[in-house]
């Protein structure tokens, strides 16, 4: 059966889609039957041949004469596959061959509402407006080609990219029917497909982007390259909080290569014909920091202060309680920051590799005084973020050197750069309790740092410290209680999550016998509240206390599933992600700096420690719930309880070190 | 500054660099080649991976002093047209999230058949322990590399 849409579901389903901003106000300045504005290709009135024509029916695609469906991708891919997916769902309802989609990074602009990409919210949040989107402009070439046959449009089909005349014996290409279609209003009821008609949802599709990554010639914002430009790298005062208080740039600017050297308010860029000579530059500057008042501040004091701030251990006993401890996180993309910038005429243009395209506008037209409406921010594929990329000091740092030196720059940091200069996820404390004999999900009380050091998202947010304490703190329950940690859940969770819970006990083999030094640990979390994810974790410990993570089996409930080859990718991922804060790397402060500097001191997981992961995915007919950052919370916990299985010991804080579990 | 002449991916190029620079950012700066990729600066992640002679050299820490004369081999010089089996093979396991450091993981899996045509687990495990994913493609860069192994 297909769900009849009216038009003011149409406007009120777009609207609500949160990208539909200008589609609705666009809607509004119409005449309530006129049709949606659609771009026409200016053409030449002295051309003969057959004029270029391409026709945009609304903000989110464009289909040409040769058929080849456009799609604007209006949010950021850092490796989350949104690029992908936005194409995936209107290509469906516009029924073209997967073949004859190109996808092009959108503009920073209004009209797609907030372009912040995070909260995993892209696909849920643009669901109907994306499906609708492309099921309008089928409709309308559906239309003129009913027009072509003298033919009733509700009898005609379409499939892959052409309408089937109702008696199935013609076809028209959508390549010819564009001129047409422009000329049609705007539906006032349409049809979106039925699940069972899918030809490209629920497929698996690799990222659109992926043959230009792996032959080099992918854009992201390192390689972007501009006329004339030159390089930038910047010396920041390693104390949060500091600044320079004087610096001597003579043997700076004999390095070759050097051209200038910028004081910006805090920092100091040195700016050169190449980022080699940048950097041979900025080790040549001899910088007397302010570090200021933070100078002294360390994790430990951050840490004992936090502690101070929820209840003690064995304050009170009615409860059964424990204290579990997260350290800062940095994100540690592979790309580091950069960003291009190029300031001329009163103008600025942006190459940012940013999940916040919108907020790099807004910022950068604050420092630089040029209005926002003149300050372009043009969108790159992106080599990681997780979180980091919803900051916009790289892009503010690159408008204010390009305006600077007149000329564009890009401003390169290095990785040392990247890890002490981070936004981190926030150390954090959490009292984790619950009434004795209460079947209860524990109670968290929780502090961060509040500290100087810079925090921000880091992918999960806040469902990573909810998950660990409280997911370890279920296994305790369940050995105080005697209880089996996996009956003890599908006691304290029903619905979709006891689902998953199940689901992924079952194809672990749960409670299986093992080896003296292997055990399974049990979690499960619901991120952000909407997408359900369970892991059993089977874990080695070897004698010298180092932690193997020998297989992840997960269950996922996200709802309907657009691209399932890229849900499992996005659970390997969040399983990598979270296996790295969990065994590896922190990053720790002492003298109000970072301590890290390199992926010899920051390690992240590798090839060799990589464990089997096993995903299934629940089938299911509920909205698509979000992807990008559901795979990390369950690790951690999972492992712990894991860890606890093989060795009788509970790890109350990450990363669990081989020191914290010789014998 | 000095001359240097180069063979990339085939073709000869000279170019005027420090000696000290390394090939990476000769790579990526003087030639526009931007797809060997910086990332750690200090050969710890391997997203510079390039073949020097057949190797695979970390970019970022090799001089171009030192590879004059050799010959280079770069992502961009593998195959013309995404066609190298470890392309195909990548592309059939949708390994790439990111992106970023899979130029550098192809290459270092290039360097790997080329000397060991079928590898196990463990010697892939080996040849590919340090070249670094923040994505975590790993389970599918491991599978690319025998699918691959099974074409050549």
Known sequence: MQKQLTRRDFIKLVGAAGGGLVLAVSLDACASDAPLPATVTPLSPTSTARPPFDWSPNIYLKVDQDGILTVYAFRSDMGQGIRTAIAMLIAEELDVDWNSVRIEQSATDPKYGDQLTGGSVSISSHYSGLRLAGAVARQMLVEAAADVWDADPAQCTTEAGFVIHPDKGQKIPYGELVEAAAQKEIPKQTKIKDASAYRIVGTGKGHWDAPQMISGKAIYGIDVRVPDMLFAVIARCPVFGGTFASYDDSAAKTVPGVRQIVALDKSIAVVAENTWAAIQGRNALKITWDEGRNASLSSEELRTAAKERIPQLGSNDKVMDAVYEIPFEAHATMEPMNCTAHVHDGICEVWAPTQNPQAVQMQVAAATRIPREDVTVNVPLIGGAFGRRIQTDYAVEAALVSQAIGAPVQVVWTRDDDLQHDFYHDMSVHYVSVVHDKVNIPRLQSSGSRSPVPTGAWRSVENFPQAYPTQCFIDEMAFERKRDPLDLRLELYSGRAAEVIKLAAEKAEWGKSLPAGQGQGLAYHATFGVTHVAYVAEVVVDEDGVVHVRRVVAAVDCGEVINPDNVAAQIEGGIVFGLTATLKAEATLKDGRIQQSNFHDHPILTMDEMPLVEVYIIKSDQRPSGMGEMGVPPIAPAVANAVFAATGKRIRHIPIRPEDLKA | ?152
């Open chain 2, 1 to 152: 500054m000095s001359s240097y002449d180069l063979q990339i991916n085939g073709q000869a190029y000279t170019v005027e660099a420090e000696a000290q620079m390394p090939l990476l950012w000769v790579l990526r700066d003087l030639l526009g080649l931007t797809g060997t990729k910086f990332s750690c600066g200090v050969g710890l992640c391997g997203s510079c991976t390039v073949l020097i002679d057949g190797e695979p050299e970390r970019s970022c820490v090799t001089l171009v002093e030192s590879v004059a004369g050799k010959t280079i081999t770069t992502i961009e010089g593998l195959s013309s047209d995404v066609s190298h089996p470890l392309q195909e093979a990548w592309l059939a396991e949708n390994v790439s999230q990111c992106g970023y450091c899979q130029p550098g993981q192809i290459m270092n899996a290039a360097a790997l058949l080329q000397k060991n045509p079928d590898p196990s687990d463990t010697e892939i495990d080996a040849a590919m322990g340090d070249v670094l994913c923040r994505c975590g493609t790993y389970q599918r860069v491991r599978k690319a590399i025998h699918r691959a192994a099974e074409e050549v």
